[in-house]
Structure formats: structure tokens, C-alpha cells
T-cell receptor, first 111, second 116 residues
Framework: GEDVEQSLFLSVREGDSSVINCTYT??????LYWYKQEPGAGLQLLTYIFSNMDMKQDQRLTVLLNKKDKHLSLRIADTQTGDSAIYFC???????????FGTGTRLKVLA | SAVISQKPSRDICQRGTSLTIQCQVD?????MFWYRQQPGQSLTLIAT?????????ESGFVIDKFPISRPNLTFSTLTVSNMSPEDSSIYLC?????????????FGQGTRLTVV
């Protein structure tokens, strides 16, 4: 089946690291994404990882992929108040247009 | 990349009425997608709009309730018909385009619909 799950809320203090987790069920997924949605805005792609990778680092962002457990995580180092948003993981299989989105994690950064 | 503009950004509508949401893309794209984001929930694909043919609807969504137009390669509309409070949601237009080393989904800012 196609189901992508995330915890709904995460609260961290400014300067700490945030880790947002995601589990998915479609083992044929080729790409896994992290999108950010700020209040009143659409979704914006933050980063992505190919399914043949274990880790990807992009400035303050680190994506870890455990294919065996179908677990994806996003780590934000030195979290800032501007990082407060809803974060969605999503999966997509090469050759299809369908994206399966997670339920979204609302990150609140406390000053 | 693609820049997507949606109108209106928000609206409050009476039950039983209809609302048409417009989506304009700054480049020509083959497929345009309409999603619904209900409060506290994930994005659900409503339908795929192709230029020159009828839209393809996902399970649980029908053309009578969500008619879609796609008159050209840069524009689409989604109508939410005979609205009820359960239709209160954010509606998002999306396209796929070449991004940073891969094909990625780009989104409009969304239309926040409240039905009273």
C-alpha cells in the first residue's frame, strides 16, 4: 500500500538540532523529498534523496535514508525561528507523476 | 523551475455555491495537478489536467463535484461545486518541471477555502 507517516508536532529551542522522521511503505519509490510549507504559502522543495543513497547533506540539512526500515529523516542543524513551518516528506516512483505525501510535521522553534 | 500563481488566495463561500480557482504557470507544461490539503492532513491528489483531454480523477473524486478546465499549456481551473462545509480546505495547483538535478513538483501558494 501507499502510506507515508510522520509525527504531527515537534518543538525545539533556537540553536538546537531538529530531527523530523518519516516512514513509508512503497519500496519501489525512486525519489524521496522533503518539502517545507510556511503559513499561507505553497510547498517548497527543501531537499531530496535518491533511493540508492543513504545520506545527503545540504548546508544545515542532513537527510538519512534507511531503505531496510523504510525510514527517512531530516535533520536541521542550528534551527532558527525562520525554520518554523510544516515539513512534508514525499515519495515518487520514477516514470510516474504521482507523489505520495506524508501527513506533515509542524515544527515550532522557540526563541 | 516553474512559478505558479493561484487565484483567489482565500475565500469564504456559502454552502451550495461554487468556486472556481485559477492556476497560471510561467512556462508550458504537459500536466497540471490539483491537490486538496484538509486541515491537519496530508495532500491528496484530486486530478490531473491535460491540455486537450478530460482530466483524470483519483479515487474518491468525480468530475461533477470538481470540474476542471485546461484550455492551454499554461493555465487550468478547478471548480468546487455545490459546496458544503466538508469542502473547507486548501486547494493547491502543482506542476512537474526540471529542478535541481531532478524532476520536482512545484506548487502554487494555495487557495484557502472556507465554506459556511
Amino acid at each position: 500500500g501507499e502510506d507515508v507517516e510522520q509525527s504531527l508536532f515537534l518543538s525545539v529551542r533556537e540553536g538546537d538540532s531538529s530531527v523530523i522522521n518519516c516512514t513509508y511503505t512503497d519500496s519501489s519509490s525512486t525519489y524521496l523529498y522533503w518539502y517545507k510549507q510556511e503559513p499561507g504559502a505553497g510547498l517548497q522543495l527543501l531537499t531530496y534523496i535518491f533511493s540508492n543513497m543513504d545520506m545527503k547533506q545540504d548546508q544545515r540539512l542532513t537527510v538519512l535514508l534507511n531503505k531496510k526500515d523504510k525510514h527517512l529523516s531530516l535533520r536541521i542543524a542550528d534551527t532558527q525561528t525562520g525554520d518554523s513551518a510544516i515539513y512534508f516528506c514525499a515519495e515518487n516512483t520514477s516514470g510516474t507523476y504521482k507523489y505520495i505525501f506524508g501527513t506533515g510535521t509542524r515544527l515550532k522553534v522557540l526563541a | 523551475s516553474a512559478v505558479i500563481s493561484q487565484k483567489p488566495s482565500r475565500d469564504i463561500c456559502q454552502r451550495g455555491t461554487s468556486l472556481t480557482i485559477q492556476c497560471q504557470v510561467d512556462s508550458q507544461v504537459t500536466m497540471m495537478f490539483w491537490y486538496r490539503q484538509q486541515p491537519g492532513q496530508s495532500l491528496t491528489l484530486i486530478a490531473t489536467a491535460n491540455q486537450g483531454s478530460e482530466a483524470t480523477y483519483e479515487s474518491g473524486f468525480v468530475i461533477d463535484k470538481f470540474p476542471i478546465s485546461r484550455p492551454n499549456l499554461t493555465f487550468s481551473t478547478l471548480t468546487v461545486s455545490n459546496m458544503s462545509p466538508e469542502d473547507s480546505s486548501i486547494y493547491l495547483c502543482s506542476v512537474e518541471s526540471a529542478g535541481r538535478g531532478l524532476t520536482e513538483a512545484f506548487f502554487g501558494q494555495g487557495t484557502r477555502l472556507t465554506v459556511v
